[in-house]
């Protein structure tokens, strides 16, 4: 054997187990209802050679990662054919070998997410399953009756209360999708699209360079909901491009890590996250888009404001006009982004199709323009090699997707077997008493401590299973509550010690990370302060039933952000003005409501 040939030979069983993946979870958008049982355990199967065989690794990695995908994928399907047994066993494992499979699955699940997203989350849910094996013997309230183990594992394993639990569904049925969707926009010339589009609008202005990013950042966020991504398909463009205009490098890079952020939070695709918040307040997708779109407008406003302080403060100028493109160069490539946009868009908010289609006729139009180049030319060996591209990258991404969200299954499981999450919410209500905002300020910490170890969305699942009924109960309503903690799990991404977007973001600007924080802190001020925004003025989340108030409320924490902003990056304007601008920023976004 050459190299050359089994290094062909393993791109093709890549390429091979993507389009396995890639059909499977399209299949599933139009195939109507089938057996949970069936679908989830397939889901899983599909993910772990991504994991175990595909990633990079040492010798022992790749040898031990070979048996336990086989392990895995074998264990998934048999219990895809066994379903309807397993279904009348009610919740409880039967005999030796359902005992010893049910471990074996669970512990293939802790190493797969320890090779995706690092130890923490595989340790918080190993500990989750050692309080459920044996909390009987803790004393006091945070003690629970005992669980027999047949039941612990059964409950997690071949029921649907675990591994293959709402969590689950939610990376197989909607997320999915999506990311496929994601992956053939990304694999084609949308990113000359969004970045023609951007300068054309944006450049003209004061930092017009740093403007570009955040408006080309928002634009991909509309169809990616990774901030990592995001990163790195505008950062490459963006980022050497200011750094030659004169911008300084961390400046540079913290601009492009704060926008990116913003994808996660952009609709109408948003973060993974986002679908799981939809499936567990019972809200449907698109009446979250709505919810979602002026919190997201503001977040982007703060940034776009803090460049512009920033621009006033050193004299940058915008791009001259021979830079600009033109808006017949902007007619040519702006659909390769727009029109799958559009028809998401379209299917979400105008037909009463799942979301989950919506996102599937979306990738079959990205899929149709990966033909066609920005100057309008056909090439088919070019769209044969796009398709597997984005096919690959579509498959790895559920696959992490999954890696995440079936291992937060296993938690949440726990919690719901144990009534552990009862017993923490009433932890957290003692200490917080009657006071919301104390409740607020404890749940944002318990938020950005997670988020610096675990990926947004399980922080997210992890806060809300324990903080979100505390806020209930303290008089937050479901969406205000489950938004806020998904605001301030994204902390994570450019706050440090962390901070992903920032170091990705800083390699690419080839400058030390802590200054591009710190710039990212600043930049990024509406993290911090739209979710107390929307805590304080609920007509934020409501365009869609009372759009009058809900632009007035936008308008008023616009106006604090601008203000905040101001106190924290005019530094060139002395301290009194900044002492005064900060109180006011802080009583527009906190006194009052609408």
């Known amino acids: 054997m050459t190299p050359t040939g089994g290094r062909g030979r393993g791109a093709a069983v890549v390429l091979a187990c993507a389009l396995a993946s890639v059909a499977f979870h399209l299949y599933l958008v139009v195939s109507g209802l089938l057996p949970t049982l069936v679908t989830r355990p397939i889901h899983l199967a599909l993910a772990l050679p991504f994991v175990f065989l595909f990633a990079p690794g040492g010798r022992v990695a790749r040898a031990t990662g070979a048996v336990l995908c086989a392990v895995g994928v074998a264990l998934c399907l048999w219990i895809a054919w066994e379903r309807e047994r397993l279904v009348d066993q009610y919740g409880?494992?039967?005999?030796?070998?359902?005992?010893?499979?049910?471990?074996?699955?669970?512990?293939i699940v802790l190493e797969m997410a320890r090779r995706s997203v690092k130890a923490v989350m595989p340790t918080v849910a190993a500990i989750c399953l050692a309080y459920g094996l044996f909390g009987q013997h803790l004393p006091g309230v945070f003690g629970h009756p005992g669980l027999p183990?047949?039941?612990?594992?059964?409950?997690?394993?071949?029921?649907?209360?675990?591994?293959?639990?709402q969590l689950t569904g939610v990376s197989?049925?909607?997320v999915a999708p999506f990311l496929i969707l994601g992956a053939l926009v990304a694999a084609g010339d949308a990113g000359t699209g969004f970045m023609s589009f951007a300068t054309r609008v944006a450049g003209?202005?004061?930092?017009?360079?740093?403007?570009?990013?955040?408006?080309?950042?928002?634009?991909?966020g509309t169809i990616s909901g990774s901030a990592s991504a995001n990163v790195v398909t505008t950062g490459t463009m963006t980022i050497p491009a200011m750094i030659r205009a004169g911008y300084p490098r961390p400046f540079?890079?913290?601009v492009e890590a704060v926008a990116s952020t913003g994808g996660q939070i952009m609709p109408p695709v948003m973060g993974a996250g986002v679908f799981l918040m939809a499936e567990l307040i019972r809200v449907p997708y698109p009446e979250l888009m709505v919810a979602a779109t002026l919190p997201a407008f503001l977040f982007f406003a703060a940034a776009w404001i803090g460049t512009d302080h920033y621009a006033v403060r050193l004299g940058l100028t915008g791009l001259p006009a021979s830079a600009l493109p033109s808006w017949g160069t902007v007619g040519r490539t702006i659909p390769f982004f727009l029109v799958p946009l559009l028809i998401v868009i379209a299917i979400l908010g105008f037909?009463?199709?799942?979301?989950?289609?919506?996102?599937?006729?979306?990738?079959?139009?990205?899929?149709?323009?990966?033909?066609?180049?920005?100057?309008?030319?056909?090439?088919?060996?070019?769209?044969l090699v796009r398709l597997a591209t984005a096919t690959e990258d579509a498959a790895r991404q559920i696959a992490h997707i999954a890696a995440?969200?079936?291992c937060a299954g296993l938690i949440v499981g726990v919690f719901n077997m144990t009534g552990l999450g009862v017993k923490i919410t009433g932890a957290i209500l003692d200490l917080a008493g009657d006071r919301l905002w104390l409740a607020l300020i404890l749940t944002a910490c318990a938020c950005l401590v997670l988020g610096m170890e675990l990926p947004t969305t399980a922080a997210y699942v992890i806060c809300v299973a324990v903080a979100g009924p505390a806020l209930g109960k303290l008089g937050l309503p479901p969406l205000q509550a489950h938004m806020f903690v998904f605001w301030y799990a994204l902390l994570c991404t450019i706050t440090p010690p962390v901070c992903g977007t920032v170091f990705?973001?800083?390699?690419?600007?080839?400058?030390?990370?802590?200054?591009?924080?710190?710039?990212?802190?600043?930049?990024?001020?509406?993290?911090?302060?739209?979710?107390?925004?929307?805590?304080?003025?609920?007509a934020l989340l409501e365009l869609g039933s009372t759009p009058i108030l809900a632009l007035a409320a936008t308008a008023k924490v616009g106006l604090g952000l601008w203000l905040l902003s101001y106190a924290v990056i005019r530094i060139d304007r002395g301290l009194p003005r900044r002492a005064l601008a900060l109180p006011v920023g802080v009583a527009l976004v906190l006194a009052g409501g609408f």
Do not use: N
């Open 504 to 538: 990705i973001a800083a390699g690419i600007a080839q400058t030390p990370w802590l200054p591009v924080a710190g710039w990212a802190m600043r930049l990024g001020l509406g993290l911090f302060v739209v979710p107390l925004g929307f805590v304080q003025h609920p």
């Open 172 to 174: 197989v049925d909607l």
């Open 204 to 220: 003209r202005y004061r930092a017009g360079s740093a403007k570009v990013e955040v408006v080309a950042s928002a634009l991909y």
């Open 252 to 254: 540079a890079a913290a």
């Open 351 to 383: 037909t009463a199709f799942t979301a989950q289609l919506g996102a599937a006729v979306a990738a079959a139009a990205a899929a149709l323009l990966l033909l066609i180049d920005a100057a309008g030319r056909v090439d088919l060996g070019r769209w």
């Open 404 to 406: 995440v969200i079936i």
């Open 149 to 165: 183990l047949d039941t612990i594992l059964g409950t997690l394993v071949v029921a649907e209360g675990g591994l293959w639990g």
């Open 92 to 107: 409880v494992t039967v005999g030796w070998f359902q005992h010893g499979a049910a471990i074996l699955l669970i512990l």
